[in-house]
């Protein structure tokens, strides 16, 4: 593929997913949404993603009720596409998990302590970091679980390290009900990343997506597939819509991550370009493909 711009193709390209709150039995979540119908509906869109993801990070929330028939739908739903893509699968613990079927579902494990794993991807390091509290809905990390966290980065990755956790460490100017289940001890997390090769933090949770930093490092938090949070409610503390959901992708250059909201539904079309023209360009000198593209002479309207 030819390069277009100042920038050559990203190293490792990666699909962030949140929240998609399975239910046993496809039930509808609060008798309005289709939550498998729209995770099926994020991973169509995903397949036609060039160049394909070499990972899926999802970042919790992946059972409404833990049930373990929602966990098997998830596998059903998610390893196929992740196969035909080439992408490992990487699957990490919300409030509305449980550790035990968590484990025994998607890992096939029976271990139901604290479900932290690591993922090496084509030398990106990806690190699962569960947040889950037993019983509650905020956010933690215990010392033991930090510790083993500073013992993994004490050695750094070829190309660095994502954090995948699903308790975002930052502020929430624009959801603040959030703040009331929030991740807990955010300064102790700050000094175990502080110095390391982590690269930056995906994160999920509000049902919204924003970004900011933590510790010096990017945090990109994805909006869920089930249903969204409103930024801007009229007359409520939290509203939770049937729209706007949308999932993120991540592409990591050597000095930067580049992060692209995706949404579910595709909008009405009222301009392009096929792909014909991007085959074209192939055989077209490069300046020549520019000046076309940038004369106000040309027929290209950008």
Not at 69 to 76: I, K, P, V
Not at 85 to 101: C, F, I, K, L, S
Not at 171 to 200: K, N, S
Not at 239 to 262: E, I, K, N, P
Request: hydrophobic share 45%; glycine share 8%; charged share 20%.
């Amino acid at each position: 593929m030819k390069q277009l711009g100042q920038y050559a193709a990203p190293r490792h390209v990666v699909a962030h997913l949140s929240d998609p709150h399975l239910i046993g039995g496809g039930a509808l979540h609060h008798g309005a949404v289709d939550n498998d119908a729209h995770l099926r509906l994020a991973l169509d869109r995903l397949a036609a993603v060039s160049p394909a993801p070499r990972a899926l990070v999802l970042t919790g929330d992946l059972a409404d009720r833990a049930e373990p028939e929602a966990y098997a739908t998830l596998r059903s739903i998610v390893e196929p596409a992740a196969a035909a893509m080439g992408a490992v699968v990487v699957w990490t613990m919300g409030n509305h998990d449980e550790r035990a079927p968590f484990a025994r579902g998607l890992l096939d494990s029976d271990d139901d302590g604290p479900q932290d794993r690591v993922h090496e991807v084509d030398g990106l390091r990806i690190v699962a970091l569960d947040t889950s509290v037993p019983g509650h809905h905020h956010g933690d990390l215990t010392p033991g679980q930090l510790a083993w966290l500073a013992d993994v980065l004490a050695t750094p990755a070829e190309h660095g390290t994502l954090l995948a956790m699903h308790h975002p460490p930052l502020p929430l100017p624009m959801l603040r009900a959030a703040e009331l289940v929030e991740l807990h001890d955010q300064q102790a997390l700050a000094e175990v990343i502080t110095g390391t090769d982590v690269r930056g933090i995906l994160a999920g949770h509000l049902h919204l997506s924003t970004w900011s930093t933590f510790a010096g490092v990017p945090v990109s938090v994805a909006s869920a597939t089930c249903y969204t949070s409103d930024p801007a409610p009229v007359d409520r503390f939290v509203s939770g819509v049937d729209a706007h959901q949308a999932f993120t992708m991540v592409h990591a250059y050597d000095d930067r991550l580049v992060h692209t909201l995706v949404p579910l539904e595709r909008g009405t079309e009222v301009s392009h370009l096929g792909s014909d023209v991007a085959e074209a360009l192939e055989g077209v000198p490069l300046e020549q493909a520019r000046e076309l593209a940038s004369s106000k002479t040309s027929r290209s309207d950008s």
